[in-house]
DNA sequence: ATGGTTCTTGACCATGACGTCAAGTAACGC
DNA sequence: GCGTTACTTGACGTCATGGTCAAGAACCAT
């Protein structure tokens, strides 16, 4: 990690903070598409600022993923990992993402990889659904769980979930958790 | 029904009809939300003669509704009700119900009430939801279906189904079908 | 404090949609 | 045929977005 930066004057690195942290703002309240527009007025330069230190959208979103969502997944991961009976860990883990994307736009556009081609955001999915794969494999081992169940399978019921949640915009969290407490049971085993 | 239509003129009568055929051929493959520049251009005409003759989208629709989709969902109804099972009337109705909206855009923009002020598609699905619920009950008569189940519930998992159909653009029927497999079966009774 | 360099700005172009209307065109009745 | 009236056109105005760039502003080393 050489410090690559050619050394920002001093005007830009404060605004390449401020960018950052109106980014994670706007980003958190109303996910990976909102106007750069609104960014940049959040943080109080012009938008053109922001094309030419982050480059557009796709850069942007790089340089406040960590801090904005790989967090909450890896938190997620962790914590239901601490689980001992394999079925209810791969439940909770179902439960808690869905939440999660329900809750924060944001981490939902990444699960839904709404952004092609960011290295970060692929690496993040890609790590998310690994897990969710051995929590499925273990459920599965119990007997519990339906055993034509597939990792693609888990995507698709996130993916699925992710598209809803979107579209609720933060109105009916009941019925979106009622709605998906019946899917989770038809993935048990036992007709 | 006095034919309260002052006589159209021989070419409005053509471009009229031209429209309609237009509207359901553009509205069947793209759903309600179609640029009107589209059906104009489809039906050989400029947009502004669709908004003269119809007053804009929610007039348009209204005059091809009944062919377009109305029938369909009629249909549906109809073919199920001849089931005897009422278990397997009412999964046979929302598996119906749910292919539809993934075949058929526009059915699926009426269902989804995505034109809210339209007395007709109000109508088309108030007499939908009756009509499920109906059948909801007859299923949980048996016992197989969980009685905790509310008429409200299938709305919402027909509103869902809907908006998963709309961002899959004709593709993944496979999984759209796997997946609501598994949403039917969570409704079943029995932990 | 001044010159040279780095940074920022905001006006600008483009796209794609909606909806309107004055002016032009075409049918109809006579 | 021809005037009248009904009908259609397509350019125009608007809004919301994405993205660019020449010109001006700010900084920093000297």
């Known amino acids: 990690m050489t410090s690559d930066t050619p050394r920002l004057r ?13 980014a994670l703002d706007v980003f958190r309240a109303h996910g990976l598409n909102s106007p750069l527009d609104e ?3 959040a943080a109080g330069v012009s938008k053109g600022t922001i094309y030419h ?5 796709q850069g942007l979103i790089d340089a406040v993923v960590e ?3 790989a967090e909450r997944i890896k938190g997620i991961i962790t914590e239901v990992s601490a689980i001992d ?28 990889r709404a952004l092609p081609g960011s ?16 929590f499925l ?13 597939t990792s693609e399978d888990v995507y698709l019921l996130i993916w699925e979930r992710g598209i809803i ?5 933060q109105q009916h969290r009941e019925g979106f958790t009622r709605s998906f407490e019946h899917t989770l049971r038809g993935l048990r085993s036992g007709s």
Chains 1, 2 share one sequence.
């Open 53 to 57: 230190r982050f480059g557009g959208r």
């Open 10 to 22: 001093a005007d830009a690195q404060r605004n390449v903070e401020g960018i950052r942290l109106a």
């Open 165 to 169: 949640a979107r579209a609720c915009d």
């Open 39 to 41: 960014v940049a007025r």
């Open 85 to 112: 009976d394999p079925v209810e860990r791969f439940e909770s883990y179902l439960r808690q993402i869905w939440l999660l994307q329900y809750d924060e736009p944001a981490a939902n556009d990444v699960l839904l």
């Open 137 to 149: 494999g273990e459920a599965q081992a119990t007997g519990k769980i339906r055993d034509d169940l």
């Open 119 to 134: 290295a970060p955001l692929a690496a993040l999915c890609e790590h998310a659904n690994r897990v969710a794969g051995g």
């Open 67 to 69: 801090d904005l969502v």
